[in-house]
């Protein structure tokens, strides 16, 4: 070669022989996407994994050697010494701005205040039924519960939460549907420890060897659709934030394959709004839905009851302890022993607008049945079932507030007295006639209510809500009235409006002496007479509740709370900063003290804001939305059901339920074709495939 043409040669092999150089490099030292830490050296070929650092790690892929590329999934790191979460406590439930809470409450009148919209989550739990793990422990579980052969329960837990993709395709519904309201998506998931991997060890110039031991680190389950994150990233599509939570981290800490248990520490997620939509994986929202088909200042919670089929109360189910309706009956019996017998309506599997305040107050009002189901590896007979408990306990205080307002707080005082003076005086708001004797008794009818007219709730709240019409409101009283003869339905809503006068039958017969009378004594205490009427006869309460609700006219409830000229000269109108209004947390109604002194010791407050913000604690609205419940057993029948919802465009909401009993992996393909075309686009957060 000619010695001119040297130089410029090996300017260009140096520059190429570098850049080949650090590319190996680089290689050798990637940041591997799928598991989010960095990889130094290839893993060895035998032996236990390097235990990861959940102080520096996301992710991790486990197991670290898998046979297939299949078998290996993503995994959330976290640190087994994370403390549980705080514990419940009353807290405010956003409602009404303060100057609106007398006049909308008591007489209808709705506010003219703007208030900012109710910041609202949703709330996902899902377990991963056919990861290897989930089915190991799981096994593992039911051998240590003296379960031999294992297979019943193991083979319930695989069917409960098998894997259909179902969460990818309902977090898309959910936010094709109300993704313009919701701040926040959490996503609750089942976890592991880890304990099968080796300390990461080396030895230095000197052959010394050094062991480096992480924290203890659990492992929690991760929808593999989810993009990898690297350090101090976040799931994010348009402004709403996705988080995923594990079991441990909401204080479950035992593994358990039950989801009363799971729900049992709903209350606990960290960063959760006041107000959240809480759905199962198999739930889909069909059409866009407003904010108020879940809750509003003005008008509360939102529940969807199948009136139909009634749940019954009972501490030992007939129903078989790895179904449902073995929680629903304990659950029923401990609204029974806190609240009076009866029966409750079935709350419908639907996406469901919750309270975190007042599902903590459910927590606290029942805390050892709650903490017992936390540690209930499988279901059991005595479960406490969230899902129904929480709206019958909001709509059971609300009928508590209302019947203690009137007997405690309006006419028992602060001495908590009953006596001749306290029963003429309810004999005279009761519409008694005048010298008749009070303790005779009084036909109830219902009078005529305005409170959900045509086109009311749209003027009030500015809106309609979407693909929900209002049935019945607590502006009204109680929905349950007790019927006087058995049914096997309730309750039944009368359309609102006017109606004549005096055509209609009277709606209950209240036995003034039997419910309210002194029992043959000069006095008693204001506070038992409402024990009696609310729990111990609740037929009593009930027909008061009636009774009351006609005397406060076409809107409101004024004729139950204590009157405005009541109020001692010098008293604050407004209640004192921090407090906040709360009945006895019991878990029976025998052991609650609902004396006036007891729960409004603030004498220089006023104690008809006090029941008035009472009552807007508790303030709901039952609602009727088109939903459906179907249930995929084999793919004719599957492909049928799934071409009825298609069908019926009026659905805004269904259940998609797991029920196969032939041909599985007919019926999965048959299900991801139809959620896939349903809801074909991808989110932000997604990185493609939802495994």
């Known amino acids: ?61 486990w197991p670290p050697r898998p046979k297939t590329k299949e078998e290996q999934l993503r995994y959330l790191l976290l640190r087994s010494s994370q403390p549980p979460p ?33 910041p609202a989550d949703l709330l996902w739990t899902w377990v991963n039924g056919t990861d290897p793990l989930q089915l190991s422990s799981a096994a593992a579980a039911s051998l240590a519960a003296g379960n031999t052969p294992a297979k019943s329960r193991t083979q319930a837990a695989s069917k409960l939460y098998r894997e259909n993709g179902e969460l990818l395709y309902s977090v898309r519904s959910a936010m094709a549907s109300v993704g313009s309201w919701a701040r926040r998506a959490h996503v609750v998931v089942g ?18 060897l050094h062991t480096f031991s992480p924290p203890e680190t659990r492992m929690a389950q991760l929808p593999q659709w989810l993009r990898p994150l690297q350090a101090g990233g976040e799931w994010v599509d348009g402004g709403v934030q996705l988080d995923v939570v594990s079991h441990w981290e909401v204080g479950v800490r035992e593994k358990v394959f039950n989801s009363f248990a799971i729900e049992a520490a709903l209350g606990q997620v960290e960063g959760l709004a006041d107000n959240f939509v809480y759905l199962n994986d198999d739930y889909f929202l069909l059409l866009p839905l407003s904010a108020s088909s879940f809750f509003t200042r003005a008008y509360g919670l939102v529940f969807r009851f199948q009136s139909d089929l009634l749940v019954r109360g009972s501490s030992t189910s007939r129903a078989s302890s790895t179904g449902e309706w073995a929680a629903l009956e304990w659950s029923n019996n401990m609204l029974n022993q806190r609240f009076g017998e009866r029966q409750r309506p079935y709350v419908i599997h639907v996406a469901k607008g919750m309270s975190l305040p007042l599902v903590e107050e459910l927590q606290l009002s029942f805390p050892a049945q709650f903490e017992d189901t936390r540690t209930h590896v499988f279901r059991s007979n005595q479960d406490a079932y969230l899902g129904f408990l929480f709206p019958h306990f909001v709509i059971e205080r609300h009928r508590e507030v209302l019947l203690w307002s009137f007997i405690v707080a309006r006419l028992g005082g602060e001495g908590d007295e009953w006596g001749e003076g306290q029963m003429e005086e309810a004999w005279r708001v009761l519409g008694g006639g005048e010298g008749e004797e009070y303790y005779k008794d009084l036909e109830v ?9 045509e086109g009311r709730v749209k003027r009030v709240l500015g809106e309609e809500p979407k693909s929900t019409v209002y049935k019945f409101s607590s502006h009204d009283g109680y929905p349950y009235h007790l019927p006087s003869r058995a049914a096997k339905s309730f309750p039944t809503f009368p359309a609102p409006g006017h109606s004549p006068t005096g055509t209609t039958p009277p709606a209950c017969t209240l036995e003034f002496e039997l419910c309210l009378g002194t029992e043959g004594e000069p006095s008693v205490l204001a506070s038992q007479v409402f024990k009696r009427v609310a729990f111990e006869l609740p ?6 509740i009636t009774a009351l609700v006609g005397k406060s006219g076409v809107k409101g409830l004024n004729a139950f709370l204590p009157l405005p000229q009541a109020e001692p000269a010098g008293q604050e109108q407004e209640l004192p900063e921090g407090l906040t209004p709360v009945l006895p947390l019991s878990s029976t109604w025998q052991s609650a003290d609902f004396s006036l002194s007891t729960i409004f010791p603030h004498p220089r407050s006023s104690l008809r804001a006090f029941t008035l913000a009472l009552l807007a604690r508790y303030t709901y609205t039952i609602a009727d939305t088109p939903v459906r419940f179907a249930s995929l057993r084999t793919p004719l029948s599957s492909k049928q059901v799934l071409a009825a919802l298609d069908k019926d465009r009026a659905l805004a909401m269904a259940c998609v339920n797991d029920d196969i009993v032939s041909r599985e992996g007919d019926v999965r393909k048959v299900m991801g074709e139809w959620m896939g075309k349903r809801w074909a686009g991808r989110r932000d957060w997604e990185r493609g495939g939802w495994w």
């Open 445 to 453: 009818r219902r009078g005529e209510r305005e409170t959900l007219v």
């Open 86 to 118: 705080p514990g419940p406590r009353i807290r405010p439930v956003p409602t009404l701005p303060a100057a609106c809470i007398d006049p909308w409450l008591a007489s209808g009148l709705p506010c003219s205040q703007k208030a900012p919209p109710l």
């Open 191 to 208: 976890d592991y420890n880890l304990t099968d991997c080796a300390p990461e060890s080396w030895r230095d110039e000197n052959s010394t």
């Open 1 to 61: 070669m000619h010695p001119l043409l040297r130089r410029p040669l090996l300017n260009l092999i140096l520059p190429c022989l570098t850049l080949t150089l650090l590319l190996l490099t680089a290689y050798n030292l990637r940041p591997d996407r799928a598991s989010g830490f960095l990889v130094a050296s290839p893993p060895p070929t035998s032996g236990p994994a390097v235990c990861p650092n959940p102080d520096t790690e996301r992710e991790i892929l």
């Open 539 to 544: 037929q009593c309460g009930d027909c008061l």
